[in-house]
């Protein structure tokens, strides 16, 4: 079932600005990941964050997770030009066996 | 990161044939591989789980004998869809799960006329 949900679905910023989207899910998980899709093209895995896990930084990235509200955050700071490209959210959910639920994802558009 | 090999890129056919998509794990092994289906400007659908060795599991309201999936061995799953019309025309992906990341392949845009 396709539980995540992202908000905003549309995000326009300008280069060196910070994006942030964020995804709701409904189930309990064992973790959540982000993707990120350029246009046409497969996903790219960003970052995994486990349900006992609160916050993951990787490079420009940070990701956040509240399982008591069932709820993330994905932080790009400093944007670039190259960030543009639609984000998924994506929980691997407890009984699933190993499939992924993906959210409804975000265009991120970074304006030079 | 382990890499997912999709083929073909792109495909385009004619109504009532059927067309291959491969998707390979390169440099890993995997037991299981998913395919998905995405609709412009849309989330990725679950089709199905392939099993290596078995059966593979499909989704509520996917049709088994439209999209027939073999996983003949750890590193190769293909989907075929069988008598392809107009409504199958759409973005394809496969992925391999290494550990608990799924990679996914680069897509297979199908168009059927």
């Known amino acids: 079932s396709q539980q995540g949900e992202e908000d905003p679905q549309a995000l326009s910023i300008q280069e060196g600005e910070n994006a942030t989207m964020n995804c709701s899910y409904k189930?309990?998980?064992?973790?959540l990941q982000w993707y990120r899709q350029n246009s046409g093209r497969g996903l790219v895995h960003l970052i995994l964050i486990r349900s006992n896990e609160r916050e993951k930084h990787s490079g420009r990235l940070r990701v956040t997770l509240d399982t008591s509200k069932k709820s993330s955050s994905l932080l790009i700071t400093a944007s670039r030009a190259a960030d543009t490209a639609s984000y998924f959210c994506?929980?691997?959910?407890?009984?699933?066996?190993?499939?992924?639920?993906f959210g409804k994802g975000n265009q991120v558009v970074v304006i030079p | 990161g382990a890499v997912v090999s999709q083929h073909p890129s792109w495909v385009i056919c004619k109504s009532g044939t059927s067309v291959k998509i491969e998707c390979r794990s390169l440099d890993f092994q995997a037991t299981t591989m998913f395919w998905y289906r995405q609709f412009p400007k849309q989330s990725l659908m679950l089709m199905a789980t392939?099993?290596?060795?078995?059966?593979?599991?499909?989704e509520q309201g996917v049709e088994k004998d439209k999209f027939l999936i073999n996983h003949a061995s750890l590193t190769l799953s293909t989907l075929t869809v069988t008598s392809a019309h107009p409504e199958d025309s759409s973005f394809y992906i496969c992925?391999?799960?290494?550990?608990?990341?799924?990679?996914f392949g680069a897509g297979t845009r199908l168009s059927v006329l």
């Open positions: 994506a929980t691997d959910y407890l009984w699933g066996n190993n499939r992924l639920a």
């Open positions: 189930t309990s998980i064992n973790n």
């Open positions: 992925s391999a799960r290494d550990g608990d990341i799924q990679y």
């Open positions: 392939s099993n290596e060795g078995s059966k593979a599991t499909y």
